[in-house]
């Protein structure tokens, strides 16, 4: 079963080297490893550029925003799986994406999700905040439950089938998506109970003004998936706040447990 990874870049000269080398570093074999570059002036390109021959894919041009990107990387993905690697970000092992071909094999499921983590920005080791998950129930949508985007895997059947990326959203596509999927009950779904990525925390997404923007965004989202307005967007913010405690009380002790 082929697997495509997509990674979306724009200006990240700083970390794109350890995204690469973390999808390039997997003991699974039959990977497709697709970059998507926006057009970057800080030396990204070159860095990209050094392992050319281990990339699938590349582009660099300029784009219409990361949702424009990821939907250039699905129409020239040939995986029979995909996934996103953003740019900041690694899997949490080598052996990650063997578990999650593992789990669709032992599934059936047309979309695994897991786990993930987001670590410092200048230091990977440190462990900032945690995104568990659990087994699916439809009633979770309503009290802002959604699995985080880059833990979930699916069959490029699907969007095939649903449709990519609406771009009419800026930021909060990605959430977009994740109801469309999890909203319809013909899409088969499978938790892996594991910790499958590593987000570095920091930059533009993380200003008071960014999350105002996609606060914005994500109530349209809820209205057009008839949840429950305000009520599931404060459960949705809420939920980060016990995401962000966990790791200052346990430290790293929390993820084996």
Same mark, same amino acid.
Request: net charge positive.
């Given at each position: 079963?082929?697997?495509?990874?997509?990674?979306?870049?724009?200006?990240?000269?700083?970390?794109?080297?350890?995204?690469?080398?973390?999808?390039?570093?997997?003991?699974?074999?039959?990977?497709?490893?697709?970059?998507?570059?926006?057009?970057?002036?800080?030396?990204?390109?070159?860095?990209?550029?050094?392992?050319?021959?281990?990339?699938?894919?590349?582009?660099?041009?300029?784009?219409?925003?990361?949702?424009?990107?990821?939907?250039?990387?699905i129409k020239?993905?040939?995986?029979?799986?995909?996934?996103?690697?953003?740019?900041d970000d690694?899997?949490?092992?080598?052996?990650?994406?063997?578990?999650?071909?593992?789990?669709?094999?032992?599934?059936?499921?047309?979309?695994?999700?897991?786990?993930? *983590?987001?670590?410092?920005? /200048?230091?990977?080791? &440190? !462990?900032? @905040?945690?995104? +568990?998950?659990?087994?699916?129930?439809?009633?979770?949508?309503?009290?802002?439950?959604?699995?985080?985007?880059?833990?979930i895997f699916?069959?490029?059947?699907?969007?095939?089938?649903?449709?990519?990326?609406?771009?009419?959203?800026?930021?909060?596509?990605?959430?977009?998506?994740?109801?469309?999927?999890?909203?319809?009950?013909?899409?088969?779904?499978?938790?892996?109970?594991?910790?499958?990525?590593?987000?570095?925390?920091?930059?533009?997404?993380?200003?008071?003004?960014?999350?105002?923007?996609?606060?914005?965004?994500?109530?349209?989202?809820?209205?057009?998936?008839? *949840?429950?307005?305000?009520? /599931?967007?404060?459960? &949705? !913010?809420? @939920?980060?706040? +016990?995401?962000?405690?966990?790791?200052?009380?346990?430290?790293?002790?929390?993820?084996?447990?």
């Amino acid at each position: 079963m082929k697997i495509s990874i997509i990674t979306i870049v724009y200006n990240r000269a700083h970390c794109i080297e350890d995204c690469i080398k973390s999808v390039l570093s997997q003991t699974y074999s039959n990977v497709e490893y697709l970059v998507i570059d926006g057009g970057s002036t800080d030396g990204t390109a070159k860095i990209i550029e050094k392992y050319a021959d281990k990339i699938d894919y590349y582009i660099s041009e300029k784009d219409e925003g990361i949702f424009d990107a990821l939907n250039k990387g699905i129409k020239n993905a040939t995986g029979e799986v995909i996934g996103i690697l953003n740019s900041d970000d690694f899997f949490y092992s080598e052996q990650t994406l063997s578990q999650i071909i593992e789990a669709f094999q032992y599934s059936g499921a047309e979309l695994v999700y897991a786990k993930g *983590l987001f670590v410092s920005e /200048t230091d990977i080791t &440190k !462990i900032k @905040r945690i995104y +568990p998950s659990n087994s699916f129930k439809k009633v979770f949508l309503n009290f802002g439950w959604i699995p985080l985007h880059t833990t979930i895997f699916v069959k490029k059947e699907v969007f095939e089938n649903y449709g990519c990326y609406n771009d009419g959203y800026r930021i909060a596509s990605d959430y977009e998506i994740s109801l469309r999927w999890f909203k319809n009950d013909e899409i088969s779904k499978f938790y892996l109970n594991e910790w499958v990525v590593k987000m570095r925390l920091g930059g533009l997404s993380t200003s008071a003004k960014f999350q105002l923007r996609k606060s914005r965004e994500d109530l349209r989202i809820i209205s057009k998936y008839k *949840l429950s307005g305000i009520f /599931t967007l404060s459960f &949705k !913010i809420a @939920r980060k706040i +016990p995401h962000y405690i966990i790791p200052q009380i346990m430290g790293n002790k929390f993820i084996t447990s």
